[in-house]
């Protein structure tokens, strides 16, 4: 178990929190974690593309010229898939990507991602973005700017911290989520993640009650 400072908005430590071991120093399976990802992106997927058979364009009830006698060859219909403004053959039809991932699998992706960034350094704690009761994208900036430096930064926030996802929801190097909804594609986009001290008790308090009802 390893432990991480807790800063404040004055860019002060105010203390530190210990990050558990079986989640922030997990071994990190990469096919497992590849195929939690792309069953990701799988569901994310809509699946409404459509392309019109040769039964389904509008025309080409007559055949368009006799059968013999021509010396073309012998057509049917000019909706076939040869000609221009045709049927499509095999064309994509509406479909469901999404792919059946068990939960176990996609708990143990994550805390192999996270124990990834946690050993480089790179997972830190907040106590809040912002003092006070008034939102402020600056002053969130600032405060983030004391813990991360890069262009791409996951901010887990708890559920009901209004006030830092209103002051961070516009900054365009920040993506913001939830405790309960982190996952394993969104750790693995990011270079750094920073929890707030709330949003960490919230995921950890979330992850040992999924462990305990699975055993």
Known sequence: MSSVDVINAEGTKTGSVELPGNVFDAQANIPLMHQVVVAQLAAARQGTHKA??????AGGGKKPYKQKGTGRARQGSI??????????V????????SQRTPKKMKAAAL?????????????FVVESF??????????AVATLRKVAQTNKILVVLDSQDEL??????????VHLIEAGQLNTYDVLVSDE???TKVALDEFLGGSEKSEE???
């Open 52 to 57: 019109k058979s040769r039964g389904e364009v």
């Open 79 to 88: 909706r076939a898939p040869q000609f221009t403004g045709g049927g499509v």
């Open 90 to 97: 095999h064309g994509p039809v509406p479909r469901d990507y």
């Open 111 to 123: 805390r192999g991602a996270l124990s990834d960034r946690a050993r480089d350094g790179r997972v």
């Open 130 to 139: 912002v003092t006070g009761e008034t939102p402020s994208t600056k002053a």
């Open 164 to 173: 830092n996802w209103i002051s961070l929801r516009n900054e365009p190097t």
């Open 193 to 195: 993640v920073v929890f």
């Open 213 to 215: 009802g699975d055993k």
